[in-house]
């Protein structure tokens, strides 16, 4: 099992870039597939973007392609996400996850992860 805490939300101007951190617990972090999705009330949770357990592939959502950068730190236990150019639509609480399966094409799917993080809430102002 493993445990996970996002860090690093808060209030920013549209253009602004933010680094959102998630630490987990255990010594198997490294065989994890890791994840960072979103949400904003009353909608669905959105895929934002993943990284396999190497750091070698990734992958990301279209609304953030090009702007956010996911990587990883085996030796700290740590999966980042990198914001640039942030929009006021990118304002959400960002939430971490874990998937013990390796990357795959149900990786974009919330129901394909095992753990969760609390969320970290990221505001974007116009």
């Known amino acids: 099992q493993v445990q996970l805490v996002e860090s690093g939300g808060g209030l920013v101007q549209t253009g602004d870039s933010l680094r959102l951190s998630c630490a987990a617990s255990?010594?198997?972090?490294?065989?994890?597939?890791m994840g960072w999705f979103r949400q904003t009330p009353g909608k669905e949770r959105e895929f934002v973007a993943a990284?396999?357990?190497?750091?070698?592939?990734?992958r990301y959502g279209d609304s953030v392609k090009g702007r956010f950068t996911i990587s990883r730190d085996n030796a700290k236990n740590t999966v980042y996400l990198q914001m640039n150019s942030l929009k006021p639509e990118d304002t959400a609480v960002y939430y971490c996850?874990?998937?013990?399966?390796?990357?795959?094409?149900?990786?974009?799917?919330?129901?394909?992860?095992?753990?969760w993080g609390q969320g970290t809430q990221v505001t974007v102002s116009s």
């Open positions: 255990g010594r198997t972090f490294r065989s994890y597939t």
């Open positions: 990284i396999s357990v190497n750091g070698g592939s990734t």
């Open positions: 996850a874990a998937d013990v399966a390796p990357m795959m094409a149900s990786t974009i799917r919330p129901g394909q992860y095992d753990y």
